[in-house]
């Protein structure tokens, strides 16, 4: 796996030298050293549990910044403003961190927040799935190399159970109680099976009201996992 891995970034930085997706310098890892820097006073690893948290369909929420400043400014170019290539960059800063490396580790499957057909072709692209794939990538690689060994983690990327069935009004323009009605019905849940007595994380990209990845957790809930965990980048 991860000689397969280093082949296909060779390549992939040679056609596509990869930039800071902060200040757009040549980087290889996403984001450059004066970037990282800048993100490293803004960034606090937090890891809430069940009981510190008001929804109960997961148990528990991680998450490195506050949605403020420039963070905000970031996560929003890169949702709507056509800068898909900053997944990287957030998800480096993301593994770079060892307690949320280790604890993402624990899990068996990633499952992103699903956009609607319609807000795929609007967009070109669903911002969590570019994330979670990405982390299904490099914890199979980081770890491989961590522990000397080939074969593959188990952090499998799924991409086909949670569906979005229809496309509704952004959640950023609805208050609290507006967005947990908003979210209703919304999601549906296919190929049961591969997520039953599984350990789940599941990834969206900013934490506000926690509407849509509780409507997200109970609907994975039918499935019977044996836990849900939530990552985000920021929360509000």
Known sequence: MSKIFKIQEKISNLLYPPVCGICGKIAPKGICIKCNVELKKQAEVNILKKEEIEEKNFEELMYIFKYEGQV?????????NEKSYMYKTFVNFLLNDKKIFENIKKYDKIIPVPISKKRYKERGYNQSLLIAKEISKQTQYKANIENKQKEKTNLELVNNCLIKTKNIIEQSKLNKEERQNNIQGV?????????????ILLVDDIYTTGSTVNECSKILKQANPKTIGVLVLAKD
């Open 72 to 80: 905000r400014k970031l996560i929003l170019d890169y949702k709507f």
């Open 187 to 199: 999601y549906s849940l296919q190929n049961p099976q591969k997520i039953t007595n599984q350990k």
